[in-house]
């Protein structure tokens, strides 16, 4: 099982720089953990590229299915306290909070491309290239 943050998932519907290496890391771990908020911040950008004409409404919906398939059976719920408490201690977003909390209840390192987000907490993460590497 691994821990992913939105920007991993984004690469598997969104065809991107990143997209082969997503499919590679899940086709090495099919077990993607996340904190339910993922699907809200994966909603946004599929519909911030929908806007922008550069995905359409069928294609959207297809992904966004996909993408519940995927974390459904694995999503991680992190009480709110946990959450601020997070926040605080490493100085991020609550968003980028809940993605933390879930790394540590479980025991892994949250898979990131957010540089920043690495930076406030390198014990709770890693980079994607980290990531491949140790498969």
């Not at 998932?9 to 993607?32: C, M, Q, S, Y």
Request: glycine share 4%; aromatic share 6%.
């Amino acid at each position: 099982m691994i821990v992913v943050d939105t920007n991993i998932l984004v690469p598997l519907f969104i065809n991107g720089p990143r997209a082969r290496d997503a499919a590679t890391l899940l086709k090495h771990d099919g077990e993607w953990c996340t904190e339910p908020y993922a699907l809200i911040e994966l909603v946004n950008v599929f519909t911030t590229y929908m806007r922008a004409n550069l995905l359409a409404t069928e294609a959207a919906h297809r992904h966004l299915d996909e993408a519940e398939t995927l974390l459904t059976p694995h999503l991680h719920r992190v009480p709110g306290k946990a959450v601020l408490d997070y926040a605080m201690r490493y100085k991020v977003s609550g968003y980028d909070a809940h993605f933390l909390a879930v790394a540590d209840a479980l025991g892994k390192r949250l898979i990131t491309e957010d540089a920043k987000l690495r930076a406030a907490a390198p014990a709770l993460t890693q980079s994607l290239d980290a990531a491949l590497a140790a498969k």
